[in-house]
């Protein structure tokens, strides 16, 4: 359950500086699980954040990231939350969930996007074409900051709860989203009982195809080219990097539709626990 990583308080001068250029170009109050473990790579991740920077920051990246978000089942209907969910967990849930509703589709088409650029399939661009600007920011009503908890020092329930959950998604390490939710441990485990049984099950499965396979189209569709090629980043480093910051992004974006996926559920039951329509 461990992937090297620099958590965003242990970010020193330029690090720190590009941490904070990654969450109000994405428009997310947290630094993803890829950008912390890619940030033992600070050549390979400065240049991919800023030769991203303009896709990122145009109207048709929000636009496909919202697209992205309505491939999700509509006839869902889970079962209550248990009653041992405290009301507090209830409230940090209800704070947390938006924010990784809002984050994952942009962070799958992120990674798409780098991963079609390390495979020499780059894209494209508009040519001369402008597209809108949407400017740089976190929305006001995100919370500032979003404390993940760290595995190690977690309380033997919550690590036993946070390693089911790697092990059945066949991950390193757990990712964000569940290291933040991890501090309401009510919710958490009463939300893993209704999901766990589903990853296996057939639409589960197709949804997260449908998923990959509709972020590969829309990377290809964006505004800007980028020139994130081995063979330029072979100037300033070596193949071994190279190969690991491919492993790391290829890992991310395998990961990322089972965790919409997963929140969409989990804001359903939280919806459907308040008497709220989804």
Not at 163 to 168: D, G
Not at 178 to 190: D, E, K, N, Q
Not at 264 to 275: N, T
Request: hydrophobic share 40%.
């Amino acid at each position: 359950m461990y992937i090297p990583e620099i958590l965003e308080g242990e970010a020193r001068g330029r690090l720190r500086r590009l941490y904070h250029t990654l969450k109000v170009t994405l428009h997310i109050p947290f630094v993803h699980d890829l950008f912390r473990s890619l940030a033992w790579y600070p050549t390979f991740l400065t240049y991919a954040t800023e030769a991203s920077r303009p896709n990122l920051l145009s109207l048709p990246f929000e636009q496909a990231a919202d697209e992205l978000r309505t491939l999700l089942p509509p006839d869902l209907h889970p079962p209550p939350l248990d009653a041992f969910v405290t009301s507090h967990d209830v409230r940090g849930a209800q704070s947390l969930l938006p924010i990784f509703q809002y984050a994952n589709p942009k962070l799958l088409l992120l990674a798409t996007v780098w991963h079609h650029e390390l495979s020499a399939r780059p894209i494209s661009g508009w040519g001369d074409r402008e597209a809108a600007h949407v400017p740089p920011g976190i929305p006001g009503h995100f919370p500032t900051r979003v404390p993940l908890l760290r595995v190690e020092t977690a309380p033997a329930p919550v690590h036993h709860l946070l390693q089911r959950i790697t092990v059945r998604h066949r991950t390193f390490a757990p990712t964000s989203d569940y290291r933040a939710l991890a501090y309401y441990p009510t919710f958490l485990s009463s939300a893993w009982q209704t999901l766990d049984p589903l990853l296996d099950t057939d639409w589960y499965r197709q949804t997260e195809r449908a998923l990959s396979a509709r972020a590969e189209a829309l990377a290809r569709e964006l505004p800007y080219t980028i020139g994130l090629t081995p063979s330029r980043l072979l100037r300033t480093m070596s193949e071994r990097d190279i190969a690991a910051c491919i492993a790391l992004i290829s890992t991310c974006r395998h990961t990322l539709p089972a965790l919409i996926l997963d929140i969409e559920l989990m804001s359903r039951l939280l919806h459907r626990h308040l008497g709220l329509s989804s």
